[in-house]
């Protein structure tokens, strides 16, 4: 099925701290005014914001599209570089390569991108090093 219900885009902005976290909470607001089953709210909230948050403090600067069919979530999460040289450790708990900054707003765990993987039905990591990351994440109604 791809009848589209809704679509949403974002811009997300490197280094913005300040506004780190609005895609995702705009994401959720629309789905809560949708009458989206809760649980699946909580499933797209966290991949979202995740996704969004690695956008502000590991990229360039890129977007978040957010697509409603009748039957799943679509979120994809693009930036424009630098990309990730190995995507395979870059989804183990724990590896990060966070700066200090960033971890001192709390960011760095390497916790985003298993979660993402653990909140998802499907999920595609598209990234080399020096090219762009594009991340698509699909959760279903079911
Ligand atoms: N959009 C991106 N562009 C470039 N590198 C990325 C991107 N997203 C993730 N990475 C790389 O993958 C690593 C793991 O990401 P992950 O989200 O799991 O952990 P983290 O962001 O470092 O910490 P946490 O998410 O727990 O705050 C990052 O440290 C970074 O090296
Ligand atoms: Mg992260």
């Given at each position: 099925m791809s009848n589209e219900i809704l679509k949403l885009h974002y811009d997300i902005a490197t280094g913005d701290y300040l506004k780190a976290g609005e895609a995702s909470s705009n994401i959720k607001k629309a789905l809560m005014q949708l009458g989206v089953d809760n649980k699946i709210i909580r499933r797209v909230c966290v991949a979202s914001y995740e996704a969004e948050i690695n956008i502000v403090i590991h990229s360039l600067g890129g977007y978040m599209d957010m697509n409603i069919y009748e039957?799943?979530?679509?979120?994809?999460?693009?930036?424009?570089?630098?990309?990730?040289?190995?995507?395979?450790?870059?989804?183990?708990?724990?590896?990060?390569?966070?700066?200090?900054?960033?971890?001192?707003?709390?960011?760095?765990?390497?916790?985003?991108?298993?979660?993402?993987?653990?909140?998802?039905?499907?999920?595609?990591?598209?990234?080399?090093?020096?090219?762009?990351t594009t991340i698509t994440m699909k959760i279903y109604f079911k």
């Open positions: 039957d799943r979530i679509e979120i994809v999460a693009a930036d424009v570089g630098p990309g990730i040289s190995d995507v395979a450790l870059a989804m183990t708990v724990g590896y990060s390569t966070a700066t200090q900054g960033a971890r001192e707003m709390g960011f760095g765990a390497g916790m985003g991108l298993p979660n993402i993987k653990n909140n998802c039905d499907e999920l595609t990591v598209d990234s080399s090093a020096g090219g762009s």
